[in-house]
């Protein structure tokens, strides 16, 4: 990765954002980070705050007064500013919808301008309810009806997409489009329903671990420090390695969420038990969930020569142990 660059997050308070701005300190570069703090906290950025070389700026990314003077001095933009979690996209599909779009197109807007090179975090979500094994960046996607609400996160991640890749045909604009599938790690909160950090707060409380549905359903998960490897190297270069392309981020090694609940009680030595509960009750009447979101992870091997290295086992433990498990 190239060093004493200058680097532009949106939503760098949050969980991937504030690993990715340490990491970019960490070597030299400079990260100025914008976040409304909706869903992110500057708590995130107690290890980088009081470094020179990082700036905070509290904002909307499109209300932003300083968003024009941001992307022309940065060298590089991560776009991770999103409405995210799928219990705050099906509460509020409206707000989503408008976080999504309105803030992508006003950095993309600007990126044209400045020339700047700009990477989006997309999702998993946009391959939709496609019963295919294994997701390439080339399938078809197929997504559930407007009156599910649910389906307004993938949708509007996928007119980002359209959007960004929009900017690279008509202007050359240099987009990156990755799509990231349960990404984890210390910091992300549970608060919004991502799954494992859920389980292990309740595991280190010996309270229930709540599965959806039967539990069979299955994921892949990576660890936030393995994937933001590859999201730098994606943007290093230029033109940027991943210029004008989609990629999944993520690993393809899949377990169930009955058996990733019982892996998270035996690792953390919890006395907690499994409790099963519909869909209808956990989310609303009509939820539509995923069996499986396996990626294909052989374009982005290929082209950064990096695979994630960290194993379940040890992203459970450092999730514990970021909880205050000793
Ligand atoms: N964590 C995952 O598994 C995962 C999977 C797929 C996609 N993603 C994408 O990665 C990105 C980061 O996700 P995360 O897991 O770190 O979530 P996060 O909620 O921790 O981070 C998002 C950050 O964006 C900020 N934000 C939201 N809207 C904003 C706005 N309009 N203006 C300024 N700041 C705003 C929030 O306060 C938060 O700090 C998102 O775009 C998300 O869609 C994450």
Known sequence: MSTGKHYLITGGAGFIGSHLSEYLIERGNRVTVIDDLSTGSEE????????????????????????????????????????????????????????????????????????????????????????????AESDDLHIGAPHLGRWSYACSKLMDEFMAMAYWHEYETPVVITRLFNIVGPRQTGRYGMVLPRFVKAALENKPLPVYGDGTQTRCFCHVADTIKLLTQLVDGNPPLGAGEVFNIGTDLEISIAELARKVIALTGSRSEIE?????????????????RKPSVEKVLARTGTRPEIKLDQIILDIAHSMGMR
């Open 276 to 292: 099963f509960i519909p869909y209808e009750k956990a989310y609303a009447p009509g939820f539509q969930d995923m069996m499986r």
């Open 44 to 135: 995130n950025l107690a290890h980088v705050r009081r470094d020179p070389r990082f700036h905070f700026i509290r904002s909307r990314v499109s209300e932003c007064a300083e968003l024009e003077r941001c992307v022309s001095e940065c060298d590089i933009i991560f776009h991770l500013a999103a409405a995210v979690g799928v219990k705050l996209v099906v509460e509020r599909p409206l707000y989503t919808i408008h976080n999504n779009l309105k803030e992508t197109e006003a950095v993309l807007e600007l990126a044209r301008k400045y020339g700047k090179t700009f990477l989006l975090a997309s999702t998993s979500e946009v391959y939709g309810k496609s019963s295919k094994a294994r997701f």
